[in-house]
């Protein structure tokens, strides 16, 4: 089993930086990809930033520009900074693991909180 904590979050100033951390822990023999996905409320969850294991980074399209995403392989832990943010920046921002052993599988931490308010 595969357990991801996540860090971060909370109440954050329109215009402002959110920085989130997550870190995996168990048995981790093989990551395809560490990302991470939000969901608001009434919507589907969505991309956000993910690094597959050659290092290639993928973002959505609502946060382009403005979003930096970065990973450990030692520590199986994976950060993002988002910067500039807006109101509909306010999700819960959930931590993915996408395990390749014994078979592909995708873990998730138990998200966290946004909200970008003044």
């Known amino acids: 089993q595969v357990q991801l904590v996540e860090s971060g979050g909370g109440l954050v100033q329109p215009g402002g930086s959110l920085r989130l951390s997550c870190e995996g822990s168990g048995t981790i023999i093989n990551v395809l990809a560490m990302g991470w996905y939000r969901q608001a409320p009434g919507k589907q969850r969505e991309l956000v930033a993910s690094?597959?294991?050659?290092?290639?980074?993928q973002y959505g399209d609502s946060v382009k520009g403005r979003i930096s995403i970065s990973r450990d392989d030692a520590t199986n832990t994976v950060a993002l900074e988002l910067d500039r943010l807006k109101p509909e920046d306010t999700a819960v921002y959930f931590c993915n693991l996408r395990h390749g052993a014994p078979f592909a599988q995708d873990f998730w931490g138990q998200g966290t909180q946004v909200t970008v308010s003044s």
């Open positions: 690094i597959i294991s050659d290092g290639t980074t």
